[in-house]
């Protein structure tokens, strides 16, 4: 990979984004209706390969329910108000309707309420009684203290979801994680991230994971960059990391991770350019906030709006377009690839000759700069 000196004995990895690449089509075309877009991750099997991230604006137990029907999987976040009050929909209300400048210290404020146990084995039985996958997620420094409960309340895919997450989190409290440990003892898959180098990858992959987030997630509404300085270049992670699934699959003699984008998927273009550089999947959560269903009611905002000492998100206005169903499966009513998300993607897959996700992989790239 190319560098640039910045001075001497300082070099910067020039990487590209989703927006600076392009799919190339230079194969036979396909139709549509030939297209599977079916995805499997350990035995649970979707007939679309799209998550919807645990933040409080996109998945309640209700939308969870609903995604599931259409396919794909809702991740609801275990931390979040769903766990913490007994009708989350009266926090939900004022973080909607407080104005701007108070919109940071009050969600600080609703966040404060202890997380219930209790409502953590209410909330995955109501999924669970639906019929679908059950799919929840917490932070690496709470997994330690609430993993027994969320396993014992029939968790079936367990995500472990931060700004960064590595295979050993150190704590010097009650906090530490051995990650490594942690997935041998569990009998289900473990879902992690972010990350996004390979050696970071390759990592989380040998303590276990069932799949890798690549990416901080929540693009539209993260501060991680002002605050931190830290950004990640998506088109060129998930590349890398896709390169560091081939070597572990060598090295473990067959054992595949999924590798998940969770980040600056905005709009359906941006799923297809994320398969294309690699990934299994797509973790989305402000195209799916646009849904009339959205507990967000229109506003978007993830975990890290409400942390405590420093936050690193916003509350983001993005309007409602449609249904889940319609921004799933359209009939889509715009043209800037905010619904029919799965109709985009197969569109995109037989456009360029393809059959299926993991053939799409293989799709021609370019450097297209606009």
Not at 126 to 146: D, F, N, Y
Request: proline residues 5%; aromatic residues 6%; negative net charge.
């Amino acid at each position: 990979m190319s560098e640039i000196e910045l001075a001497p004995g300082k070099r910067a990895r020039q990487a590209y984004s989703f927006s600076d690449i392009a799919i190339v089509p230079s194969r036979r075309t396909r139709d549509p209706e030939n297209v599977s877009t079916a995805w499997q991750i350990d035995a649970y099997k979707f007939d679309i390969p799209m998550m919807a991230a645990p933040m409080d604006s996109v998945v309640s137990p209700e939308t969870a329910i609903e995604i599931g029907k259409l396919g794909g999987i809702g991740v609801l976040n275990l931390e979040g108000l769903w766990t913490r009050y007994e009708n989350p929909r009266i926090p939900l209300g004022e973080i909607a309707s407080v104005p701007d400048h108070q919109a940071t210290r009050r969600m600080q404020e609703l966040y404060q309420e202890p997380i219930k146990p209790e409502l953590i084995k209410e909330r995955i039985a109501q999924i669970r009684e639906a019929g679908v996958t059950v799919a929840a997620a917490l932070s690496p420094a709470r997994t330690a203290a609430l993993a027994k409960v969320v396993i014992d309340a029939g968790v079936d895919l367990f995500v472990i979801r931060g700004t960064t997450v590595s295979a050993e989190h150190v704590s010097t409290g009650d906090h530490a994680l051995n990650l490594k440990k942690f997935i041998y003892e569990l009998d289900v898959p473990v879902i992690v991230g972010g990350c996004a180098t390979a050696t970071g990858a390759l990592h989380l992959m040998r303590a276990g994971a069932a799949g890798v987030l690549v990416g901080f997630g929540g693009g539209a509404a993260h501060t991680t960059r002002q605050v931190l300085g830290i950004a990640v270049p998506m088109a060129t992670a998930v590349a890398e990391v896709a390169s560091a699934r081939r070597e572990y699959l060598d090295e473990s003699g067959g054992r595949y991770v999924h590798v998940i984008a969770d980040g600056s998927v905005t709009r359906s273009g941006d799923i297809a350019k994320a398969i294309a550089c690699g990934a299994d999947a797509v973790m989305m959560g402000s195209p799916l906030a646009k849904a009339v269903e959205a507990p967000g009611k229109g506003w978007h905002w993830g975990s890290e709006a409400s942390h405590d000492t420093l936050p690193r998100g916003e509350r983001v206005h993005v309007g409602t377009v449609g249904t889940l169903a319609e921004i799933f499966n359209g009939p889509s009513h715009t043209a800037d690839g905010s619904m029919n998300l799965v109709g985009s993607l197969r569109r995109a897959i037989s456009t360029s000759g393809y059959s299926d996700v993991k053939e799409f992989q293989r799709v021609e790239v370019v450097i297209h700069r606009a």
